[in-house]
């Protein structure tokens, strides 16, 4: 059974910092992309980060110099740190696994809440 648990979310004030968590089970993580993708109210769901099982990169213009994408795969965790916050970055934030196979599937998380306020 494959889950993902995000973590780390919370309310923080406008040029603060938080760091999201992205436990994984059930995928054989190394070889697996991640993702961090954030949904607003009333927008849809977009891409924030992702880092390949090479630990290629890659960010949305609106959070580059800000944000940083990492992976542990000896815990099986992706991570987002996230500085310079700004209120607009507020959304819920979803972590995804790409999984590669004869049928490629995305698994994602539950989703963690991150307020900035002004």
């Known amino acids: 059974q494959v889950q993902l648990v995000e973590s780390g979310g919370g309310l923080v004030q406008a040029g603060g910092s938080l760091r999201l968590s992205c436990a994984t089970s059930?995928?054989?993580?190394?070889?697996?992309?991640m993702g961090w993708y954030r949904q607003a109210p009333g927008k849809q769901r977009d891409l924030v980060a992702t880092i390949g099982s090479n630990g290629r990169v890659n960010y949305a213009d609106s959070v580059k110099g800000r944000f940083t994408i990492s992976r542990d795969n000896a815990r099986n965790t992706v991570y987002l740190q996230m500085n310079s916050l700004k209120p607009e970055d507020t959304a819920v934030y979803y972590c995804k696994a790409a999984v590669s196979s004869v049928v490629p599937y995305n698994y994602w998380g539950q989703g963690t809440q991150v307020t900035v306020s002004s």
């Open positions: 059930g995928i054989i993580f190394s070889v697996t992309a």
